[in-house]
């Protein structure tokens, strides 16, 4: 398996990518316009992990850029694909991961356990319009987060909407809101005034989940308060793809104006976090925590938002 706890991966079996049609209309007129500038990246926090090089801090600067407010939801999803006819990846491997606990128990016992971690199963049949395999769908889920997109299928929904997935340093810019050096996009305390700002495990990950803030599974994309620049659920949710290849170490000698990442790898960055992270196996909810996966990889709780 590659991929990590937070998200179970495929190896790479280089399936075709089905071709994207360029949307005809103009997509996510609706982004935030940001001024770019300096900022401190990354973090020396001793709650992170050695191997995701999280740090150093060091100043990065960026050009202006815009980006959604949220994530891409299923709807905008469907109007994608009804559009240019795409097929996943997932459709295509004809599986994807699903997390044990949302599994009807006959199909729960019917898929296959990843057993580097044992929550997870690969699931025949799920995908994002099927999210928890054979006889689920997106009825009620709408303005959900899209989830089971590869790197490769958020990457031809961009090029249908003429937008771009955003590099990890505009991502973490974004994501705090103005804020510098704070763990969170509202700041160091999780829950100030003990009122929940984003969807993450509560419980005992992962056999008990409470549903504190008010969720067990995806959250609709403009659930709790906006960041500092407006943007919803950038930690908590789904892991969000961004277009760097990913590197533990690459930052450290690397560009520090406008970085876009290694000129290859073998895994995309993906941040954010997601509704299955829990501060006792995965604190990667917080705004300078990192993970990756290979880009045909697919999951129930990755997702992706698009910059321009």
Known sequence: MTGSCCTPGRDAHGVAASPAIRSPKP????????????????????????ADGEGP??????????????????????????????????????????????????LERASAVVHAAPWW????????????????????????????VSWNDATAYCEWAGVRLPTEAEWEYAARGG???????????????GRYQANTWQGDFPGVNTGEDGY??????????????????????????????????????????????PEDGTARVMRGGSHLCHDSYCNRYRVAARSSNTP????????FRVAR
């Open 296 to 303: 045909d990889s697919s999951a129930g709780n990755i997702g």
């Open 216 to 261: 067990l599974g995806t959250a609709p994309v403009k659930s709790f308060r906006p960041n500092g620049f407006g943007l919803h659920n950038v930690v908590g949710n789904v892991w969000e793809w961004c277009a760097d290849w990913f590197s533990r170490d690459f930052h450290v000698t690397g560009p520090r104006s406008n970085p876009t990442g």
């Open 179 to 193: 804020l510098d050096q704070r763990r969170y996009p509202w700041g160091d305390e999780f829950t100030p005034g």
């Open 121 to 148: 199963r690969a699931v025949a049949g799920a995908f994002w319009k099927a999210p928890e395999g054979p006889g689920s769908d997106i009825t009620k889920r709408q303005n959900h987060p899209v989830v089971h």
């Open 57 to 106: 801090v060091r100043e990065v600067e960026l050009a202006p850029f815009a980006i959604e407010t949220t994530t891409v939801t299923n709807a905008q999803f469907a109007t994608f694909v009804k559009d240019s006819g795409y097929v996943t990846e997932a459709e295509r491997f004809e599986f994807s991961f699903v997390f044990a606990g949302f599994l009807d128990p006959r």
């Open 27 to 50: 997509r996510h007129n609706r982004m935030a316009a940001l001024p770019g500038g300096r900022f401190r990246m990354g973090t020396e926090d001793d709650v992170g992990y050695p």
